[in-house]
């Protein structure tokens, strides 16, 4: 996607997966969701060893999630990703998003295939801060 794209992706965005996250509060996928919610997306963690992380319902899996998810954002090693994505496909959002240090070439053919918007190796937050500028710094 283009910085435009970008922009206008989270400007629209409502509800964001965090796939991976920690209830660590220096770990990334911590630091990243506590800044998306105080940014004012509804976060919607994905870890199946914690019942509730940030105060919201923590669910086992993508599958398990109950309502629209407009973004999936992946915190996972590479070589893990792809049976993340194969799943995201399934609860159709806007856009799966990969973290810094994440790529997956077959992951993105296979979202881009079913016309879902894909990045990977980006930061959401970073890409937040740059191109909304909220000010927020957690």
Request: aromatic content about 6%; proline content about 4%.
């Amino acid at each position: 996607m283009t910085d435009e794209e970008r922009k206008e992706l989270l400007k629209t965005i409502k509800t964001i997966a965090i796939v991976g996250i920690s209830k660590k509060e220096n770990r990334p996928s911590y630091v990243v969701a506590r800044y998306l919610k105080n940014a004012g997306y509804k976060i919607i963690p994905v870890n199946p060893i914690y019942d509730e992380v940030l105060g919201e319902r923590c669910f086992k899996k993508l599958s398990d999630i109950e309502e629209p998810v407009d973004v999936v954002d992946i915190f996972m090693r590479s070589d893990k990703v792809l049976p993340v994505v194969e799943e995201a496909i399934k609860i159709k959002p806007k856009c799966i998003w990969l973290q810094l240090g994440i790529k997956n070439e077959e992951a993105k053919r296979l979202a881009e295939e079913k016309g879902i918007k894909f990045e990977m190796d980006r930061c959401i937050k970073i890409e937040h801060t740059i191109l909304i500028g909220t000010g927020l710094n957690s």
